[in-house]
């Protein structure tokens, strides 16, 4: 509603041109009732929800690809599915392209419509799904481990892995020994060095050159996300096969990487 409307106006979630508008007319702010303009847009966006088979709150890659659906409408939603397996913003854009084209128009929709709301959302852990590999800027165009060619290394996965879950860039560059100390450095607001972990964390191995992510921590169980798992640089399509979601113990984690230390986010 913010990226809507500012939380203003007769039409707030700008809903009247949903099909769930039975009320008033179906044209740009023809809803004049805020509170049917909310039920309207809430009903819209749960459709939306469930056509993306978003399976609950840490469900981030299909959440964006119901955001993208309330902008665009529903059909993008499946487009995407179908021509993607999902959310991109590379996709976002060719869409508003092709309808662009199709209908004889100058605009279609809001591209950057993701981020656009996110921003009203505080940036913090989002959650343990898996990597989205159709998201390129987290993979592909902005991770410069990519840009390297090092596609499949530890220190690409983590980077992606960081990108897709916080949604800007973790600020590490070096090897994976060092990508705690360079997260650290580039957002001491945000990170902070520990010998504990925490859910969202990123891991430096003190013996090893090695990255991971820190998914969640339960008792004594840390479930972590890493690549290269075959010790090799690969393409990347290899690459995106090469990674585990494992749990471990700490004293297993400390004993195979010799030692640990973490990034930590900062309450």
């Keep these: 509603m913010m990226q809507e409307s500012g939380g203003k106006g007769s039409d707030p979630m700008q809903a009247s041109e949903s099909g769930y508008n039975k ?16 039920e309207v847009g809430i009903h819209t966006f749960s459709d939306c929800l469930k056509k993306a088979k978003v399976k609950d709150s840490s469900d981030t ?6 955001l993208q659906g309330y902008n665009y409408g529903s059909g993008y939603i499946e487009w995407a599915i179908r021509n993607f397996g999902g959310y991109s913003k590379y996709n976002a854009q060719q869409f508003s392209d092709n309808k662009k084209q199709e209908s004889n128009v100058s605009g279609y929709g809001d591209p950057s419509y993701v981020d656009h709301v996110m921003r009203y959302v505080g940036i913090t852990f989002r959650g343990g799904t898996n990597p989205n590999f159709n998201n390129l800027e ?3 165009t902005r991770n410069p481990y990519a840009q390297a060619g090092l596609y499949g290394q530890c220190t690409w996965f983590a980077w992606g892995r960081f990108y897709e879950l916080y949604g800007y860039d973790p600020g590490f560059s070096g090897d994976g020994s060092s990508c705690v100390k360079e997260l650290v450095a580039a957002h001491p607001d945000k990170f902070e060095r520990s010998s504990s972990p925490k859910a969202g964390a990123v891991f430096s191995a003190i013996g090893h050159n090695h990255v991971g992510i820190v998914i969640a921590v339960k008792d004594n169980t840390i479930t972590v996300q890493e690549g290269n798992l075959d010790g090799i640089t690969n393409t990347f399509q290899d690459a995106k096969k090469d990674w585990q979601t494992k749990s471990y113990t700490l004293d297993q984690l400390r004993s195979i990487y010799g030692g640990v230390v973490f990034a930590i986010p900062k309450e």
């Design 23 to 38: 009320k008033y007319p179906r044209v740009p702010n023809g809803i004049t009732d805020p509170e049917y303009s909310i």
């Design 61 to 66: 890659e299909r959440i964006y690809l119901a």
């Design 138 to 140: 987290a993979w592909v």
